[in-house]
């Protein structure tokens, strides 16, 4: 029977006293919406699932109003039929209690998942303590589990907060506690449950969903892991966490059951590529301090891809916050990869640079060493080098003032064509500004050429004569005469 039906079938027994029917029709109405609410809940459409589980206690609270007046109807002989009124008021009591629970426990991870943990927590707090209340109420293995489940949920959805905050000293412990609330949930509570109530077969179908959340639990410490150990320099480590938050998602995407929803398939396999962007983000920074410079590229581009592909994969699932995850993926791309890629690069020039610097001052060394100077570090031989800068420059002033009375002494001798060629080479002298060991250089070229005319022509040119002996020892150069 239709949902609108079964509802106006329970107003006309419940208007006729017919209360036998009224439960009847209350049962039937409140199956179809519970599995209407998982199917919700397994396609991912949370706030669908919550608005479900509110009708459920919505109807069970009613149903405990109705029986309510059941001792009355007793008496004028109507009763509830094959009903105990006693047992379906602790019945009813307990499951609007419960689905109370569930609805703020769905909200709470819906929220979750449109990346708002901080909001969610609220919900999830109160959803364990109303579960709290619905076992010391009532009683009931499920809704001691599911309150458990909540608190462990609430300390995942504070280590969520904690990343989206960058606050890693917050996250990672927080998502510690979560894991060993599910440890203990897993290993403790849901087994004494069980064996406390053997026939609950809720209680049975529980576990490959905890393990399920223990799981992501997990993966989402080392996720967390990894991004501390990321920002704090720790490559190694940071890469040691990517590695084991691949090989955990492909152990859950290989033992994934052939039913399982295609969009849980592709967020398993989205999660999977970006861990393995993680994984070569983190390959990066190793392989920079090792100075292998074309692998850090290629690793690089090996994680744009990974998340190129978690992008694609996470729209596939039809989730409503797979848009914004998509988004999200590729701004990683661009914010984060793409400056480490080109960080990398300088980084890559700025040590090729330093390397060279290097070289030159070894060799700087090796030359002062050579030249009979003693030096034990790159600061005396700094020292040294500087000091021969400042007797080079005054060499060169030494050398300039000279060349006004070279050209005077060039005019009173006798070299005929020769003079003209001379002369230019005394004014580019003069009027040079290049560096002192190449002026020196060239000064020390035109007065070997000089001190060739002189020991050439004889007195044509003993003009010349005196200045190229001042001349002489100042540029390095021994005269043969």
Known sequence: MAPQDLRQVMEECLASGDLEAYVTAEIELEQQVSDEAVAHFNSGRFIDAAECWDLIASLNYELVAALAQATDVEENGVGVGKFDPLQLVREAGSLALFSSGRAQFVRGQDLVSQRNPGAGIEYLNRAEDTFRRAATEYGGGVSIVFADYAGAFSHFAMGLEGMMRGDFGVSAPAFMRARAAMDSLLNDTLPAQMAKEPDDLTLASLEPLLRAEAFAITSQYEKSSFMARIAAGEYAGALKHAESLCTLLQSSLDSLPEETPAWQKYAVQSSLAWARADKERATAFVLREEERWDDVQAAYER???????????????????????????????????????????????????????????????????????????????????????????????????????????????????????????????????????????????????????????????????????????????????
Do not use: C, H, W
């Not at 797979?322 to 984060?336: D, G, K, R, V």
């Not at 580019?428 to 022509?457: H, M, Q, W, Y």
């Open 303 to 481: 994680a744009r891809n990974e998340l190129s592909n978690a992008a694609s994969l996470i729209l596939r699932t039809g989730l409503p916050e797979a848009a914004a995850t998509q988004e999200s993926l590729m701004a990683i791309a661009t914010t984060t990869i793409a400056p480490e890629a080109r960080q990398a690069d300088a980084e890559r020039k700025l040590k090729q640079y330093i390397g060279e610097l290097q070289a030159e001052r070894r060799g700087l060394i090796e030359r002062i060493s050579s030249a009979g100077v003693t030096v034990n570090n790159s600061v005396d031989a700094v020292a040294v080098a500087e000091q021969n800068t400042q007797i080079a420059v005054q060499v060169t002033q030494s050398v300039k003032n000279l060349l006004p009375e070279l050209r005077a002494a060039l005019e009173g001798a006798a070299l005929g064509a020769e003079s003209a060629e001379l002369e230019k080479e005394i004014a580019a002298l003069e009027a040079s500004d290049e560096p002192p060991a190449s002026f020196l250089e060239r000064a020390k070229r035109l007065t070997g050429r000089l001190a060739d005319i002189v020991k050439n022509v004889g007195d044509a040119a003993e003009p010349l004569i005196p200045v190229i002996k001042k001349l002489a020892p100042l540029v390095g150069l021994v005269l043969a005469f």
